[in-house]
Each structure stands twice: as structure tokens, then as C-alpha cells.
């Protein structure tokens, strides 16, 4: 079973991130867009695991004692980075709690031989990938000129900076996601409340 760990985002920024799409998205066509009911803020990605080790994921997240986080969304940008841009996302200004929290699920999950991260938390909603190739968000070796998103780059620079809103998470989930042809199904596992 395919699992990650993440924050839902509210309905309002959701509807106000989906216009903006409806704007640009034919700006990057060979892209492979995000459906705009997947959008959620990845706190930890785990990967395949046996569905028996789910119950034991789930008790172990349950004794995360962790506040309410506030998260702006405003901007948006291109990974690695504007050259080889691979990956189209919106930007997340969140306060002191949303990082701890992300190093802390991170913590708990070691007792299931889920490796630790290697890199900062970087906190964003993914919008698109470039067409072809790797879709991951780092550099890689043998990184080049990526065109799929220079159409897109050069309409969002006439734009000013998008602001999409501000929420409060007061819980988090875990998903299972299931990959399709027509994009990755997720499904709320279980939510763990943040006080």
C-alpha cells in the first residue's frame, strides 16, 4: 500500500487555486497538471508498506502532540529551478510550527524502516510536472535546459505575485494513494488532530 502523510487544504484556497489554473494551464499543455482535489501539503512521503504495518503507522502518528498551523498560500515558483524547471508549485508561508511538525512525523516513522529525509523541508502545493523525464523536484545529473514550462514562465512574470489564502490546519492524515492512468486516487487513511 502506497502511503504519504500530509495536510488537506481548505475548500475556499482550493477553488481560488483551481481559477488560476483554469488560467495558465494551457500556457504548458505537455505538462501533467494535478487535479485540483488532490492538492494537499505533503508532510512525509512513505511509500510501498504492507497493509498490515498500517495499524501500527496509524498508533504511531496518533501520539504526535503538535499545535494548530497556520499556512499562507501566496506565489508559486519552478523545481529545481527556473532553467530545468520540472516541477510547477505554489508557495507556503507557514509560522514556527509546520516544520517541527514535518521533522516529527518524519522522527516517528523511523521505527518502521522508512529512511530519514536527507533535505530541508520545503513546504509547497505541486501544481504540474514537465512532460517527460524525471519528476523530481532536486537536481539531477545530466540536467539541462527543460522547455516544457518556458511558455508558462513567460506569462506568469506580466502577473503579479498570486495570493490564494490563509488557513489554519487543525489536523493532519495519512493517504493512501493509488496510481491510475487518469493520475493518483487519494484517500484518507486517518486524520490525527493538532491542538
Do not use: C
Not at 85 to 101: C, D, N, S, Y
Amino acid at each position: 500500500m502506497r502511503l504519504f502523510v500530509a495536510l488537506d487544504i481548505d475548500e475556499a484556497i482550493r477553488v481560488r487555486i483551481a481559477r488560476f489554473l483554469d488560467g495558465v494551464r494551457g500556457f504548458a499543455p505537455e505538462a501533467r497538471w494535478v487535479r485540483i482535489e488532490s492538492l494537499h501539503v505533503t508532510l512525509k512521503f512513505i511509500g510501498e508498506r504492507p497493509e498490515e504495518e498500517v495499524e501500527k503507522i496509524k498508533q504511531a502518528l496518533e501520539t504526535i502532540e503538535a499545535g494548530a498551523v497556520e499556512l499562507k498560500f501566496r506565489g508559486y515558483g519552478f523545481f529545481p529551478g527556473a532553467r530545468t524547471a520540472r516541477v510547477f508549485w505554489v508557495g507556503i508561508e507557514a509560522g514556527a510550527k509546520l516544520t517541527p511538525l514535518a521533522a516529527t512525523v518524519d522522527e516517528k516513522l523511523v521505527a518502521f524502516d522508512i529512511p530519514k529525509e536527507e533535505h530541508t523541508f520545503n513546504a509547497h502545493l505541486t501544481l504540474a510536472r514537465g512532460g517527460g523525464g524525471s519528476g523530481s523536484p532536486r537536481k539531477q545529473k545530466g540536467d539541462g535546459p527543460n522547455h516544457s514550462f518556458h511558455h508558462l514562465q513567460e506569462k506568469l512574470a506580466a502577473l503579479p505575485a498570486a495570493e490564494f489564502g490563509t488557513m489554519t490546519a487543525h489536523e493532519f492524515f495519512l493517504y493512501r494513494s493509488q496510481l491510475s492512468p487518469g493520475g493518483s486516487k487519494y484517500t484518507k487513511l486517518a486524520g490525527f488532530g493538532l491542538r
